[in-house]
């Protein structure tokens, strides 16, 4: 993509509006502009983050069994007047009525929706256990959104559910899920940790939120230190296999947001404890028949016996994410993208547009890259060494490549690696093949 084509409305000053790092980064980056309080237009690179985001999240839901589909926003009333949620859900839910005077809703959540859309054609234990998706705008009319995208009203979560025979089952769908996020996050550069959590309006006995620790974070938490580098990168994981001895592994240490903190706990771990503030990235439940009984969501068992399904749902805020995401990874110049999130894997900066020998050195270079796949961020503007030097650090990507008229003629070109800020001289071939592994 170059440049001088793109829609990038970067801003040099920090908006007055924006009270955390995230926030300001992604309005001075040019990737979102706001439509009204809590609501957002997805600018070209924020998109492309966005659709990062959600891409990982979808491979890793796909790589348990869990299938994609796609619900709608609007949601009938009538169906929220069955799980009795119409009434409960309070203001945060936004009603509306069509040109019929029919009640309808903007879907904050799908339960019912999805609930309705299995019971329609679940007959036998057969057709257990299912595992859905989908990736959709909520809305909620939250009483404070801000922080940018991190509390919206509309905003995008990855929702599932599971529907399974009993309660034994319904746990080996929870622990699928809950492995999954923990990879999920994993391949975003976060470090989530599974927490011990309320319930909320939602219900059931059985709920871990996910939350990465910012300083910026709206739930105050405390955890056992090691969770701070826990990792699965080194597990191999089998969906099929018994994934409790690995939930247990995270779930025996302690890890709490605030309402499910335990003071003689903490006492107790002395110098391991850590509390900190977190931004909550994911939350699962299990909730039992709460839905499956009021919408009827029955099926057959092995006796021939009718079973209301056992049902669990599990959300990930993908919108909030990219501000979460840059929350954990920025510094004073700007945003630091780990390489899977990253809207463009590299930069060029042309140094000099008003000579020949670098124009083409630069167009050959981007021309090259496209041709193998890759789409680079071509700084071909007429500007500052500067300006384009502070606009690409500012956006983020994890490398540029400069290349300037001096260079070329002793055969070398400049690769920065923008999370250590190290800079190698190397052929501009070796820089190539450098940004194609
Ligand atoms: P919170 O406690 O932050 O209000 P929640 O408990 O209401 O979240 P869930 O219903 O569990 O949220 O939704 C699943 C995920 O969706 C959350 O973990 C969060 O990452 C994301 N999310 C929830 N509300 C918002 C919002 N207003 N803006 C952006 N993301 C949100
Ligand atoms: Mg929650």
Same mark, same amino acid.
């Given at each position: 993509?170059?440049?001088?084509?793109?829609?990038?409305?970067?801003?040099?000053?920090?908006?007055?509006?924006?009270?955390?790092?995230?926030?300001?980064?992604?309005?001075?980056?040019?990737?979102?502009?706001?439509?009204? &309080?809590?609501?957002?237009?997805?600018?070209?690179?924020?998109?492309?983050?966005?659709?990062?985001?959600?891409?990982?999240?979808?491979?890793?839901?796909?790589?348990?069994?869990?299938?994609?589909?796609?619900?709608?926003?609007?949601?009938?009333?009538?169906?929220?007047?069955?799980?009795?949620?119409? +009434?409960?859900?309070?203001?945060?839910?936004?009603?509306?009525?069509?040109?019929?005077?029919?009640?309808?809703?903007?879907?904050?959540?799908?339960?019912?929706?999805?609930?309705?859309?299995?019971?329609?054609?679940?007959?036998?234990?057969?057709?257990?256990?299912?595992?859905?998706?989908?990736?959709?705008?909520?809305?909620?009319?939250?009483?404070?959104?801000?922080?940018?995208?991190?509390?919206?009203?509309?905003?995008?979560?990855?929702?599932?559910?599971?529907?399974?025979?009993?309660?034994?089952?319904? !746990?080996?769908?929870?622990?699928?899920?809950?492995?999954?996020?923990?990879?999920?996050?994993?391949?975003?550069?976060?470090?989530?940790?599974?927490?011990? &959590?309320?319930?909320?309006?939602? *219900?059931?006995?059985?709920?871990?939120?996910?939350?990465?620790?910012?300083?910026?974070?709206?739930?105050?938490?405390?955890?056992?230190?090691?969770?701070?580098? !826990?990792?699965?990168?080194?597990?191999?994981? $089998?969906?099929?296999? +018994?994934?409790?001895?690995?939930?247990?592994?995270?779930?025996?240490?302690?890890?709490?947001?605030?309402?499910?903190?335990?003071? +003689?706990?903490?006492?107790?771990?002395?110098?391991?404890?850590?509390?900190?503030?977190?931004?909550?990235?994911?939350?699962?439940?299990?909730? /039992?028949?709460?839905?499956?009984?009021?919408?009827?969501?029955?099926?057959? $068992?092995?006796?021939?016996?009718?079973?209301?399904?056992?049902?669990?749902?599990?959300?990930?805020?993908?919108?909030?994410?990219?501000? &979460?995401?840059?929350?954990?990874?920025?510094?004073?110049? /700007?945003?630091?993208?780990? +390489?899977?999130? &990253?809207?463009?894997?590299?930069?060029?900066?042309?140094?000099?547009?008003? $000579?020949?020998?670098?124009?083409?050195?630069?167009? *050959?270079?981007?021309?090259?890259?496209?041709?193998?796949?890759?789409?680079?961020?071509?700084?071909?503007?007429?500007?500052?060494?500067?300006?384009?030097?502070?606009?690409?650090?500012?956006?983020?990507?994890?490398?540029?490549?400069?290349?300037?008229?001096?260079?070329?003629?002793? /055969?070398?070109?400049?690769?920065?690696?923008?999370?250590? /800020?190290?800079?190698?001289?190397?052929?501009?071939?070796?820089?190539?093949?450098?940004?194609?592994?």
């Amino acid at each position: 993509m170059r440049l001088s084509q793109y829609f990038l409305p970067t801003l040099k000053e920090n908006p007055a509006e924006a009270e955390i790092v995230s926030h300001r980064l992604m309005l001075r980056a040019g990737m979102i502009r706001q439509s009204s &309080a809590g609501i957002y237009s997805w600018l070209p690179m924020g998109l492309r983050v966005l659709r990062n985001i959600e891409q990982i999240v979808r491979e890793e839901q796909n790589a348990i069994g869990c299938q994609e589909i796609l619900m709608p926003t609007i949601q009938p009333a009538d169906l929220w007047r069955e799980s009795g949620r119409y +009434d409960d859900y309070g203001p945060e839910m936004l009603r509306i009525k069509d040109r019929h005077e029919r009640d309808m809703l903007y879907g904050p959540t799908n339960e019912e929706q999805i609930t309705e859309i299995f019971a329609a054609s679940a007959r036998s234990y057969r057709d257990l256990p299912k595992l859905m998706y989908h990736i959709q705008w909520k809305f909620r009319d939250e009483v404070r959104p801000r922080f940018g995208v991190m509390r919206g009203r509309e905003f995008m979560m990855k929702d599932a559910y599971s529907f399974d025979l009993d309660a034994e089952s319904a !746990r080996l769908s929870y622990n699928k899920m809950f492995v999954s996020y923990l990879r999920t996050y994993e391949r975003m550069g976060l470090t989530a940790i599974p927490m011990a &959590a309320d319930t909320g309006p939602i *219900g059931g006995d059985m709920s871990h939120e996910f939350l990465i620790l910012a300083d910026t974070g709206e739930s105050e938490i405390a955890c056992h230190k090691d969770f701070l580098d !826990r990792n699965l990168s080194d597990t191999d994981i $089998d969906f099929e296999s +018994d994934l409790q001895p690995i939930v247990d592994s995270y779930t025996s240490q302690y890890a709490a947001t605030d309402e499910k903190r335990e003071a +003689d706990v903490e006492a107790a771990l002395g110098d391991d404890l850590v509390t900190a503030r977190g931004i909550e990235v994911g939350h699962i439940f299990y909730f /039992g028949t709460k839905y499956s009984k009021p919408l009827g969501a029955r099926v057959t $068992d092995a006796d021939g016996q009718e079973v209301h399904v056992e049902m669990g749902s599990y959300g990930i805020g993908v919108s909030r994410l990219a501000g &979460a995401i840059i929350e954990a990874s920025h510094d004073d110049d /700007g945003i630091i993208w780990p +390489d899977n999130i &990253a809207p463009f894997k590299a930069g060029l900066i042309n140094l000099k547009t008003s $000579d020949a020998a670098c124009n083409a050195a630069c167009d *050959g270079a981007y021309n090259d890259l496209r041709e193998k796949g890759e789409e680079i961020l071509y700084d071909d503007r007429e500007a500052r060494t500067g300006a384009k030097f502070a606009d690409m650090d500012l956006i983020g990507v994890p490398w540029q490549l400069i290349i300037g008229p001096r260079g070329l003629k002793s /055969g070398v070109v400049e690769m920065k690696h923008r999370a250590s /800020g190290e800079r190698q001289e190397l052929s501009l071939e070796s820089a190539l093949t450098q940004i194609l592994v």
